[in-house]
């Protein structure tokens, strides 16, 4: 059973940082894309950014290009998030996600991903 929990939500100002975790268990992720996507209130939830965990290839949306960066620890089977130049439209509930993703094409897509954490909440202030 996949498990997947997300760490490092709080309450920022603008132009802050945070670095948030998820710590995935379960199975092994060699094949896997694991996914961070964030969803605000009253809104659909968005795709962040992606990576997939053996072959390193990234994907991140236009939002966050330059800003955020999207990394791994194998030793720990932890995705990373740093979030540099925080903004209050980064305001969101960010989930963490893990998918047998075929296509690079598809790491945006949230029907691409099996399996999600419970989320942890971003608050950036004005």
């Known amino acids: 059973q996949v498990q997947l929990v997300e760490s490092g939500g709080k309450l920022v100002q603008t132009g802050g940082s945070l670095r948030l975790s998820c710590a995935a268990s379960g199975r092994t992720f060699s094949t896997y894309v694991l996914g961070w996507f964030r969803q605000a209130p009253g809104k659909e939830r968005e795709f962040v950014a992606a990576l997939h965990w053996s072959g390193g290839r990234i994907r991140y949306a236009d939002s966050v290009k330059g800003r955020f960066t999207i990394s791994r620890d194998n030793a720990k089977n932890t995705v990373y998030l740093q979030m540099n130049s925080l903004e209050p439209e980064d305001t969101a509930v960010y989930y963490c996600?893990?998918?047998?993703?075929?296509?690079?094409?598809?790491?945006?897509?949230?029907?691409?991903?099996?399996?999600w954490g419970q989320g942890t909440q971003v608050t950036v202030s004005s």
């Open positions: 996600a893990a998918g047998p993703v075929v296509r690079y094409s598809d790491y945006d897509a949230v029907r691409s991903y099996n399996d």
